[in-house]
């Protein structure tokens, strides 16, 4: 009896936990230069469980990541176990000028991983700036809802919507979201990933 009731205990401790969602990025995701609470995927949480939405974010950016290294560090995460993978990877991949071909085969090995696995992938468009030139910047913007159709995704049309380019958003550097800019991103990704969990 004893070990039915543990049983019991430990399978609603782990239930009490929610879905947990894995934010696979790079800087962006990461908050670079910001206090960890201060990323998009921190605030998610708390938005989240205040509105008592039980859930369990793995924040999985790291500054300079590209889709190729993000693939070598997804077995890692995996053993997380995540209901959800938000992919923000690919930004590095653009400002770099790395062959649009090998980003799709990266990001879409990393879907097709998770998927393997039951997760739900969620894929974040990402833009390059207007100097990039054409048409690397348009085809690098049409690779997100590419990849999304193929593979059946729901897609963040562009992470950085409103955030990008705007001066009061961004660290000096005129890059990376300051605390302000990752609210706007946050709510941004809550558009597509709430209704997910």
Same mark, same amino acid.
């Given at each position: $009896? ?7 205990? !430990? ?8 879905? /947990? @969602? ?20 921190? #605030?998610?949480?708390?938005? +989240? ?9 793995? *924040?999985?950016?790291?500054? &300079?990541?590209?889709?190729?290294? &993000? ?13 959800? $993978?938000?992919?923000? +990877? &690919?930004? *590095?991949? %653009?400002?770099?000028?790395?062959? !649009?071909?090998e980003t799709e085969k990266n990001l879409s090995t990393v879907v097709e991983k998770a998927q393997?696995? %039951?997760?739900? #992938? =969620? =894929?974040?468009? $990402?833009?390059?700036?207007? *100097?990039? %030139?054409?048409?690397?910047? /348009?085809?690098?913007? *049409? ?11 729901? =897609? =963040? ?8 380019s705007v001066p009061s958003l961004n660290l000096p550097d005129g890059i990376h979201p300051n ?5 706007? $991103?946050?709510?941004? @990704? !809550?558009? @597509?990933?709430?209704?997910? !969990?």
């Amino acid at each position: $009896m004893k070990k039915y009731f543990l049983i019991f205990i !430990l399978l609603s401790s782990f239930c009490a936990w929610g879905d /947990t @969602v894995l934010f696979l990025g790079d800087s962006l995701t990461e908050g670079y230069q910001l206090d960890k609470e201060d990323a998009y995927p921190a #605030v998610i949480e708390r938005t +989240l469980k205040a509105k008592k939405i039980k859930v369990k974010v793995i *924040n999985g950016g790291v500054s &300079g990541a590209t889709s190729a290294s &993000g693939l070598k560090r997804l077995d890692w995460y995996l053993k997380g176990k995540p209901d959800i $993978m938000v992919l923000a +990877l &690919g930004a *590095n991949d %653009g400002l770099r000028g790395l062959k !649009l071909t090998e980003t799709e085969k990266n990001l879409s090995t990393v879907v097709e991983k998770a998927q393997s696995k %039951g997760i739900l #992938v =969620i =894929i974040a468009g $990402m833009k390059m700036p207007t *100097n990039y %030139g054409e048409p690397y910047r /348009t085809d690098f913007e *049409n690779l997100f809802p590419k990849i999304a159709k193929k593979y059946k995704l729901k =897609i =963040i049309p562009f992470l950085l919507e409103g955030v990008g380019s705007v001066p009061s958003l961004n660290l000096p550097d005129g890059i990376h979201p300051n605390p302000k800019g990752h609210e706007i $991103m946050a709510k941004t @990704v !809550l558009k @597509v990933l709430e209704p997910e !969990l």
